[in-house]
């Protein structure tokens, strides 16, 4: 699911087509869910719309999020 992907530092762009890919999901559904993401400060990003991408804001991890993720990947 789109909403539990973490998209963060890995990425500088994603394009919404690699998105749509990736979860099988059409463009209107991918617009939605990035959108309310970004909003609910979810995702650190914004829409560069006329390229289709989602340009990601490059911020420093928090010590919590960083041992977050390390627990994730295990």
């Not at 979860?23 to 609910?40: W, Y």
Request: proline share 3%.
């Amino acid at each position: 699911m789109l909403t539990t992907t973490n998209l963060g530092p890995q990425y500088c762009s994603i394009d919404v087509k690699q998105l749509m890919s990736m979860f099988g999901i059409d463009l209107k559904v991918a617009h939605k869910v990035v959108s309310r993401m970004m909003l609910r400060g979810e995702l650190l990003g914004a829409w560069d719309q006329p390229s289709g991408c989602i340009v990601m804001h490059n911020e420093e991890l928090t010590r919590l999020q960083h041992n977050a993720l390390n627990f994730a990947d295990k």
